[in-house]
C-alpha cells in the first residue's frame, strides 16, 4: 500500500502558476533536454513544501529510444525532476547561491509507469537544510496516484 502525500493536494489550485519554467531556469543552471520543470504551482516557504509539474509529451527527447513503440518515461528522469524541484525549494530560501548537486538518492520506489501525454506532478518537503547539502522527500504524483517515491540529497557545491 503506498504512503500519503506528503501533504495534502486538496487546497492547492493547480491551474495557478507562481513560477514558469522560464524562472525556474534562473534559479537553475540546467539547459536543454535537463529543463525537465514547466512550472511550479504551489509554494510555502516556510513549510518547505513546493508543488511542481512536468508536462510529458509524445515528441520529448527520451521518447524515440526509451522502449520504442510503448515510451514511458525513465525513471531517472522523475528522480532528477524531483531533485530539480527540491533544489528550487532551497534556492527559494535565499540561503543558497551555489549550485546544488545530487549527493544521493535513498529508499526510492516506482509505483506506475508514466506515458505520454501527461502531466506529472513532483511534490517536495525540505528535511534538512543544512549549510553543505539539503534533504528533501519527494513523490511523483499524476491523478492523486503516486507514480515514484525517494529521499533525495543535494550537495551545495562552490
Not at 493547480?14 to 543552471?29: E, F, G, K
Not at 536543454?32 to 504551482?41: A, I, K
Not at 515510451?71 to 530539480?84: C, F, K, R, Y
Not at 506506475?112 to 534533504?135: D, K, N, Q, T, W
Amino acid at each position: 500500500m503506498p504512503p500519503p502525500l506528503l501533504f495534502d493536494l486538496a487546497g492547492v489550485d493547480h491551474s495557478v502558476v507562481c513560477l514558469s519554467r522560464d524562472q525556474i531556469y534562473t534559479l537553475l543552471p540546467h539547459r536543454h533536454e535537463f529543463m525537465v520543470l514547466s512550472g511550479v504551482c504551489h509554494l510555502n516557504q516556510e513549510s518547505l513544501h513546493i508543488l511542481a509539474f512536468s508536462d510529458i509529451a509524445a515528441g520529448d527527447w527520451w521518447c524515440r529510444g526509451h522502449v520504442p513503440d510503448r515510451s514511458i518515461l525513465p525513471g531517472v528522469l522523475m528522480l532528477e525532476m524531483g531533485a530539480q524541484t527540491s533544489a528550487v525549494l532551497a534556492k527559494l530560501t535565499g540561503r543558497y547561491d551555489a549550485f546544488i548537486g545530487y549527493g544521493g538518492v535513498d529508499q526510492c520506489k516506482f509505483r506506475e509507469a508514466v506515458f505520454p501525454p501527461a502531466r506529472l506532478y513532483l511534490l517536495s518537503v525540505g528535511l534538512e537544510h543544512r549549510p553543505r547539502r539539503i534533504v528533501s522527500a519527494v513523490q511523483g504524483v499524476i491523478d492523486d496516484r503516486i507514480i515514484f517515491e525517494a529521499t533525495v540529497t543535494g550537495l551545495v557545491m562552490p
